[in-house]
């Protein structure tokens, strides 16, 4: 049996509910939603709205602008994961 303070529990718990919810949230929420806002990237990315703000200015993921308002396509959000995306060791 593995014994872990109570405190080190409740902050992974807290941590897991928080993914399960994000993982949620970008799949089974509206599957039909082909566009997210900046707020809702900044939230699956897990960054602050600086980093956004320069992974916009080098293009890293491409994005719609209409007003103030910024928007990015599914499938450019998830080819950006794609991209990233380290395999396991073998």
Do not use: C
């Amino acid at each position: 049996m593995l014994m872990i303070p109570q405190e080190e529990w409740q902050s992974l718990h807290e941590k897991l509910d928080r993914l399960i919810e994000i993982v949620e949230k970008t799949r089974t929420g509206n599957p039909g939603k082909d566009w997210f806002e900046s707020d809702e990237v900044r939230e699956i990315l897990g960054i602050s709205p600086k980093t956004w703000q320069n992974y916009r200015d080098q293009r890293l993921i491409p994005f719609s602008q209409i007003g103030r308002k910024i928007y990015v396509n599914r499938a450019d959000l998830d080819a950006f994961l794609r991209q990233h995306r380290i395999g396991a060791r073998k």
